[in-house]
């Protein structure tokens, strides 16, 4: 049986190819076109406020106008190819700081239309928010709550009453 060995030639030859495999470089054009997606998705002025190179603003905005699915495909294909040449790392930041205020929106939003599901559906839960938040009128509030309660036993819904127990909810809470 023979043994191939290395000879010294071939021990001293650099490796033909030293950058990125073909799968980073994939997962990196899909990263690139899920971002460009997610442009895609944002109003005028937050686009704008971004800087992004002419040819991409262009691309991002005739994405918004293409109605074939094929031809969407495309363009998002190749807003992904655009974005591959550009530092990606301000427009990350900035689409990260957009989702972490619309997440702290959708809390803020929650806490409050826990309160006013509380506040409608328990008797003691306005003394809860009165320790909570001792400016609270309390003649005020129940005359709110009270409203809010009919309203939702005569229609079954909510409405005026409702939407103005929220409002003040959402006064006092933040």
């Known amino acids: ?98 989702a972490a205020k619309a997440a702290l929106e959708a809390q803020r939003f929650q806490r409050v239309e826990n309160w006013r599901a509380r506040l409608m559906a328990e008797p003691q839960a306005l003394a809860a928010l009165r320790t909570a938040y001792p400016t609270v009128d309390e003649a005020q509030w129940l005359k709110r709550i009270a409203a809010a309660r009919a309203e939702r036993a005569l229609t079954g819904a909510t409405g005026v009453a409702a939407r103005e127990l929220f409002r003040a909810l959402r006064e006092v809470l933040e």
């Open 1 to 98: 049986m023979k043994r191939f060995s290395r000879s010294e030639s071939d021990a001293d030859a650099e490796p033909l190819f030293d950058g990125p495999s073909k799968s980073v470089l994939k997962r990196e054009a899909h990263r690139a076109q899920e971002l460009g997606e997610q442009l895609i998705a944002l109003k005028d002025s937050e686009l704008v406020a971004l800087e992004l190179p002419e040819a991409l603003y262009e691309a991002i905005v005739a994405a918004r106008s293409i109605s074939s699915r094929g031809g969407a495909t495309r363009q998002r294909q190749y807003i992904g190819k655009l974005m591959r040449d550009i530092d990606l790392t301000q427009v990350r930041a900035t689409l990260g700081a957009k």
